[in-house]
C-alpha cells in the first residue's frame, strides 16, 4: 500500500482563480440572495448618510454592510455615539411628550432606545417643557381615572333621588350600597358627591332637600348657555351614551337679550367627553379648571348661524386659542378643512340644497364649554 510521509496532505492545493470560477462565485452569491455591490463602499458614502440623519443599523441594511463594519467606518472619521442628527425635532419631542407621563412612555412614542429619548431632550433643550407635559398628562389621566371612579356611583345617586324625590340621606344611600366612607374617599366628601349629581346636600337636622328644579331637564335643549354648560357636565360627570345623541339638524332660534339657538346639552357632553381634555385642532391639552377638568370649547365646524347643525358630526372640542383662530383667524377655511381630515366622524351637512336664512350670520363663539 502507497503511504505519504509524515506531515503531506493528500488534498489537492487551491485552484487557480479564473474568468470561469469568479463567474461561478457570483452565481452562487446571487443564488444565494447575497448583497452584490457593483462598487466598492468607501468611507464617505457611510458617513455622508450619518451626516444626513441615517442611524447605523439603516445604513449597514442600506449599504450591505455589517452594522459593526459601519461603526468601525464612523469612528475612523470622527463620528461616534448616537447620531445627533438623527435625534427627533423638537416639534416632535413635544407631540410624544404629550401622551406620555414618564421618559420610558415618551421613548417607546418615539420609537428609539431610552437613552436616545433623553439625549434629544437634552439636545434640543426642552427639558422643563417635557417635565411640564407630563405633568400635564398625569395630571389629566387621574382625572380621568377618578371620572370613571365616581360616575356609577353619581348614578346610584341620581337614580335613588328620582325614587325618593328629595336628596337621599345617609342611611338611604347605605341601603342603596353607597357608604358614607366610600363617598369621603372618592368624592372628598359627601356634599361634593350631591352637588357633583346635582342635587343639594342636606343639611344635618333639618328635613332632605327637595330635587332643584334643574334636576330632570338636564337633557332638554336649551338657548342658556349657562344652562347649557351645566347641564352638560352634569351628563358627563353621569356617564355619557355610548351612542351618539340625535341632536338638531336646524336649530331653533330664540330671542334672548338677542337672537340665541336652542342647543342640545347632550351633543356638548358627548363632544367634550370623547376629547379627553384634549384639543382636537391641535392636540394640546385644555388648561386645568380648579375642579381637576381640562378645559375645552365646543365649535360647529359648520356654524349654526351658517345653518350648520346641532348634531357631533359638526362639532369639535378645541381650546381656547383654536375656537378663536377658527372664527377669526384669515386662514380658518383651511384650518376648517383640516378637521374633516384629522376626525374622522366629521361629515360635511348638506346645507347648500336647503333653504338658508336671510338673517345676518352671527358670531356664536360661546366660553365655558358652550356649542359654538
Same mark, same amino acid.
Given at each position: $500500500?502507497? %503511504?505519504?510521509? *509524515?506531515?503531506?496532505?493528500?488534498?489537492?492545493?487551491? /485552484?487557480?482563480?479564473?474568468?470561469?470560477?469568479?463567474?461561478?462565485?457570483?452565481?452562487?452569491?446571487?443564488?444565494?440572495?447575497? +448583497?452584490?455591490?457593483? @462598487? $466598492?463602499?468607501?468611507?464617505?458614502?457611510?458617513?455622508?448618510?450619518?451626516?444626513?440623519?441615517?442611524?447605523? %443599523?439603516?445604513? !449597514?441594511?442600506?449599504?450591505?454592510?455589517?452594522?459593526?463594519?459601519? #461603526?468601525?467606518?464612523?469612528? #475612523?472619521?470622527?463620528?461616534?455615539?448616537?447620531?445627533?442628527?438623527?435625534?427627533?425635532?423638537?416639534?416632535?419631542?413635544?407631540?410624544?411628550?404629550?401622551?406620555?407621563?414618564?421618559?420610558?412612555?415618551? !421613548?417607546?412614542?418615539?420609537?428609539? +432606545?431610552?437613552?436616545? !429619548?433623553?439625549?434629544?431632550?437634552?439636545?434640543?433643550?426642552? #427639558?422643563?417643557?417635557?417635565?411640564?407635559?407630563?405633568? /400635564?398628562?398625569?395630571?389629566?389621566?387621574?382625572?380621568?381615572?377618578?371620572?370613571?371612579?365616581? #360616575?356609577?356611583?353619581?348614578?346610584?345617586?341620581?337614580?335613588?333621588?328620582?325614587?325618593?324625590?328629595?336628596?337621599?340621606?345617609?342611611?338611604?344611600?347605605?341601603?342603596?350600597?353607597?357608604?358614607?366612607?366610600?363617598?369621603?374617599?372618592?368624592?372628598?366628601?359627601?356634599?361634593?358627591?350631591?352637588?357633583?349629581?346635582?342635587?343639594?346636600?342636606?343639611?344635618?337636622?333639618?328635613?332632605? $332637600?327637595?330635587?332643584?328644579? &334643574?334636576?330632570?331637564?338636564?337633557?332638554?335643549?336649551?338657548?342658556?348657555?349657562?344652562?347649557?354648560?351645566?347641564?352638560?357636565? @352634569?351628563? *358627563? @360627570? !353621569?356617564?355619557?351614551?355610548?351612542?351618539?345623541?340625535?341632536?338638531?339638524?336646524?336649530? &331653533?332660534?330664540?330671542?334672548?337679550?338677542?337672537?340665541?339657538?336652542?342647543?342640545?346639552?347632550?351633543?356638548?357632553?358627548?363632544?367634550?367627553?370623547?376629547?379627553?381634555?384634549?384639543?382636537?385642532?391641535?392636540?394640546?391639552?385644555?388648561?386645568?379648571?380648579?375642579?381637576?377638568? *381640562?378645559?375645552? &370649547?365646543?365649535?360647529?365646524?359648520? +356654524?349654526?348661524?351658517?345653518?350648520?347643525?346641532?348634531?357631533?358630526?359638526?362639532?369639535?372640542?378645541?381650546?381656547? %386659542?383654536?375656537?378663536?383662530?377658527?372664527?377669526?383667524?384669515?386662514?380658518?377655511? *383651511?384650518?376648517?378643512? &383640516?378637521?374633516?381630515?384629522?376626525? =374622522?366622524?366629521? %361629515?360635511?351637512?348638506?346645507?347648500?340644497?336647503? +333653504?338658508?336664512?336671510?338673517?345676518?350670520?352671527?358670531?356664536?363663539?360661546?366660553?365655558?364649554?358652550?356649542? =359654538?
Amino acid at each position: $500500500m502507497h %503511504t505519504f510521509p *509524515r506531515g503531506e496532505s493528500t488534498s489537492p492545493g487551491p /485552484a487557480p482563480l479564473t474568468l470561469a470560477s469568479l463567474g461561478r462565485w457570483v452565481s452562487i452569491a446571487t443564488a444565494l440572495s447575497v +448583497p452584490y455591490r457593483s @462598487r $466598492m463602499i468607501t468611507d464617505g458614502d457611510v458617513v455622508a448618510r450619518w451626516d444626513a440623519g441615517e442611524s447605523m %443599523t439603516t445604513i !449597514a441594511d442600506s449599504l450591505g454592510i455589517t452594522r459593526e463594519r459601519v #461603526r468601525q467606518r464612523l469612528l #475612523r472619521n470622527g463620528r461616534a455615539g448616537p447620531n445627533r442628527n438623527a435625534l427627533p425635532s423638537s416639534a416632535q419631542i413635544l407631540a410624544a411628550a404629550s401622551n406620555a407621563i414618564s421618559f420610558k412612555e415618551f !421613548a417607546e412614542n418615539l420609537a428609539i +432606545p431610552l437613552q436616545h !429619548a433623553r439625549l434629544a431632550v437634552s439636545e434640543r433643550g426642552v #427639558r422643563d417643557e417635557v417635565q411640564d407635559v407630563f405633568a /400635564a398628562v398625569r395630571s389629566a389621566r387621574q382625572q380621568i381615572k377618578r371620572r370613571d371612579a365616581q #360616575r356609577p356611583i353619581i348614578q346610584i345617586i341620581r337614580r335613588l333621588a328620582s325614587d325618593l324625590g328629595h336628596t337621599p340621606t345617609q342611611d338611604e344611600l347605605a341601603s342603596a350600597g353607597v357608604y358614607h366612607a366610600v363617598l369621603q374617599k372618592v368624592f372628598g366628601s359627601a356634599a361634593s358627591a350631591m352637588i357633583l349629581a346635582g342635587l343639594f346636600p342636606n343639611v344635618p337636622g333639618r328635613p332632605p $332637600m327637595d330635587l332643584p328644579s &334643574e334636576f330632570a331637564k338636564d337633557t332638554e335643549p336649551t338657548a342658556d348657555e349657562a344652562l347649557l354648560f351645566a347641564r352638560s357636565e @352634569r351628563i *358627563r @360627570r !353621569a356617564g355619557v351614551d355610548v351612542e351618539p345623541p340625535t341632536g338638531d339638524d336646524r336649530p &331653533e332660534k330664540r330671542e334672548v337679550s338677542g337672537r340665541a339657538f336652542i342647543r342640545h346639552p347632550r351633543v356638548v357632553a358627548w363632544v367634550l367627553e370623547h376629547a379627553n381634555g384634549r384639543c382636537e385642532s391641535c392636540g394640546i391639552l385644555g388648561y386645568e379648571t380648579d375642579d381637576g377638568d *381640562r378645559f375645552l &370649547e365646543v365649535h360647529h365646524v359648520i +356654524p349654526l348661524a351658517e345653518g350648520g347643525p346641532d348634531v357631533v358630526t359638526n362639532a369639535v372640542a378645541v381650546c381656547e %386659542t383654536c375656537h378663536g383662530k377658527l372664527h377669526r383667524w384669515k386662514e380658518r377655511r *383651511r384650518m376648517q378643512q &383640516e378637521l374633516y381630515v384629522k376626525i =374622522a366622524r366629521l %361629515t360635511v351637512p348638506d346645507i347648500l340644497l336647503r +333653504p338658508r336664512d336671510t338673517a345676518e350670520p352671527e358670531d356664536d363663539l360661546v366660553p365655558s364649554g358652550g356649542a =359654538a
